[in-house]
Structure formats: C-alpha cells, structure tokens
C-alpha cells in the first residue's frame, strides 16, 4: 500500500475497509469447509501432511475470525490480536511436529491417490483465499498474519502433492512425514515473525497512549 512502512503500518481505513472485510469473510468460509474435506481425506488415507493441514485450515478460519471481530478496534487491539495468533500458529507447529514423530514410529504409508486429489483441492483453495489477500500482505501484523497463514498454506498445498507423488513411488510414508516437517517448519518461522511484529506494534501504541494520556493531564491542569 502506497505510503506505509514495509514493517506494516497500514491506515485504520485500509484495516477496516469493506473489500478487506468481504474477503476475510469468503476466506473464513472456505478454509471451514476445506477443514472437513482435509479431515475425512486425512482419516480415509492416513496422511500425516493432510490431517495436519486440516488442522490448520481450522486455525485459519478461527484467526479470520479473530481478524473480523477486531477490525472496528484500534490498532493496539489488533496488534494484541495478531500476538495471540502468532502464538496458536507456534503452538500448531510443535503439535505436526509431535504428530509426525508419532507416525513414523508405526510405518505405514498413506494412501496417494487420495493425497494427491485432496491436496489438489486444497491448493486451489488456498491459492485462491492468497489473491484476494494479496493487496493488504503489508499491512499491520494482523493484516500480515492473515496473509501469511494463506501464502504459507498454498506452499503446504503443493508440497502434499509431491509427497503422494513420493509416496506413490516409493511405498513408504517418508514423503509424507517429510511434508508435515515443512508445515511445523512454516508454521514455527510464521510464528516468529508475527509475534515480533506484534510485540512492536504493541510496546509502540502502549507508549503512545501513555503519552497521549500525560499530555491530557497535564492539559487540564493548565486548564
């Protein structure tokens, strides 16, 4: 957006506008119904990657959720509002992590075809959900975490493809454990950096009210 800091400093207008809030409502909706598709998909074929990114687009659709309820708020609330998504994104990282250590101690491959259709699907979704986002990607942290969780989930997309092209070729569930390391390791590198935007935005509008309010004071004291 012309004008803004690359750190994300979007204008309350831009945050609140009626096109940003139609297509966090349209990505809402279609990242609840690729949760059920993902989790009947993921339990059909055993994929660790599907089941994990099913997960996901459940966290995604409560963070676009998030993203509505505190768009009207000023910035310290959604600044506050990303902090506690970035945090549920780290969160989600160690939970694939542990999933996919649990599987591969049983050995058994998913089922390809499957994979590869739902993750087709998902691509498309996902893609389609980061368009619409595109324009609002440098935004205040909760603007940016809203466009990461969508750009990091057509990456996630297309490498669920590969692995059930891998677990096709090679009948083991590697590909598959592979692909869910991506998607802790996407998730935990998305954590990071909305947290540290968050916190900064947050310590920047704190001073900043704290300000306002001494200089209010002492306002009325001359007064």
């Not at 609840?32 to 009947?40: P, T």
């Not at 101690?105 to 959900?129: C, D, K, Q, R």
């Not at 935990?188 to 509008?205: P, Y």
Request: aromatic letters at 6%; charged letters at 15%.
């Amino acid at each position: 957006m012309a004008g803004c800091c690359s750190g994300g400093c979007a204008s309350g207008d831009a945050a609140v506008s009626p096109r940003y809030r139609k297509a966090l409502w349209i990505a809402l909706v279609i990242n609840a119904l690729m949760f059920l598709v993902e989790i009947l998909g993921g339990l059909a074929s055993g994929s660790v990657s599907l089941l994990a990114d099913a997960v996901d687009f459940a966290g995604d659709a409560a963070n676009y959720g998030l993203s509505l309820a505190v768009l009207a708020h000023g910035p310290l609330w959604r600044a506050r509002t990303a902090l506690v998504k970035g945090l549920s994104m780290g969160a989600y990282g160690v939970f694939v992590l542990a999933r996919a250590a649990w599987s591969a101690l049983s050995g058994m491959p998913p089922e390809p075809y499957t994979m590869g259709v739902i993750g087709a699907l998902a691509l498309t979704a996902n893609v389609s959900v980061a368009l619409m986002l595109f324009a609002y990607r440098e935004g205040d942290a909760n603007m940016r975490s809203v466009w990461l969780c969508s750009r990091n989930d057509a990456i996630v997309n297309v490498a669920i493809i590969v692995a059930a092209v891998g677990v096709l070729g090679t009948g083991t569930a590697w590909p598959d454990l592979a692909v869910a390391g991506i998607i802790a390791a996407l998730a935990l590198s998305a954590s990071v950096s909305v947290i540290r935007q968050a916190r900064r935005e947050i310590r920047r509008e704190t001073a900043r009210t704290g300000s306002d309010a001494t200089q209010k004071a002492s306002t009325g004291r001359r007064v």
